[in-house]
């Protein structure tokens, strides 16, 4: 082996080893890089965050937020509703409402919260009360645990009188619960703990 070659031996090793060690660091930045926008993706596209709103019959305030939830979100988050006692049929002005929502009526009807307590039910991420005698009972145990709030709204269905006072009295619950379904919609849920999220959606409530 000549002076040249014998020189020329260690700057070939360093350049080998140096490029060696930058294909390494690439290889780690692109895993991470992957990694990074793989988890955006599970968490806004394929995650859907599930929400469960209950009040006694399941037939009038559940089912107005139901709506308003999955029309509002666009997809970020799918509604459900149900009731410890749920009647026959849902309240004829809620329906009203969500044909006048374009939402698909043949979704709705009074069931009970024991259909979301199977281990083959939508796994809920949250579960809202939204009259207060639910809200006293025991509800079931939840599959996956979710995190539970309480907002409670006047009974829109309780009141008497004719067609344009009941009428006005669910636009009021509408007034009302729209910017709080709003507010929750526009949460970081998918990436924010429970304690965060349960004090955030008690802050919605209490704050408007």
Aim: hydrophobic fraction near 40%; aromatic fraction near 10%; glycine fraction near 4%.
């Amino acid at each position: 082996m000549t002076g040249v070659q014998t020189c020329a031996l260690p700057i070939l090793i360093s350049l080998l080893c140096y490029n060696i060690t930058s294909i390494l660091k690439a290889r780690v930045i692109l895993t991470n890089y992957l990694s990074y926008f793989f988890n955006i993706f599970f968490v806004i596209i394929i995650r859907m965050i599930n929400v469960l709103f209950l009040c006694t019959h399941n037939s009038a305030r559940s089912i107005v937020a139901e709506v308003l939830l999955n029309t509002l979100s666009k997809g970020k988050f799918t509604a459900y509703s149900a009731g410890s006692s749920p009647k026959t049929e849902i309240n004829p002005i809620a329906r009203q409402i969500a044909e006048e929502m374009r939402y698909d009526t043949k979704k709705l009807y009074s069931k009970s919260w024991d259909e979301f307590a199977k281990p083959n039910s939508p796994k809920m991420h949250i579960v809202i009360t939204v009259c207060d005698s639910a809200a006293k009972e025991m509800c079931p145990i939840w599959p996956g645990h979710p995190l539970q709030v309480h907002w409670g709204f006047k009974d829109p269905s309780a009141l008497g009188g004719d067609k344009e006072e009941k009428r006005k009295a669910f636009d009021e619950l509408i007034n009302t619960l729209k910017p709080k379904i709003e507010k929750l919609i526009r949460l970081p849920v998918a990436t924010m703990d429970t304690v965060n999220l349960k004090f955030k959606l008690r802050e919605i409530y209490h704050n408007d």
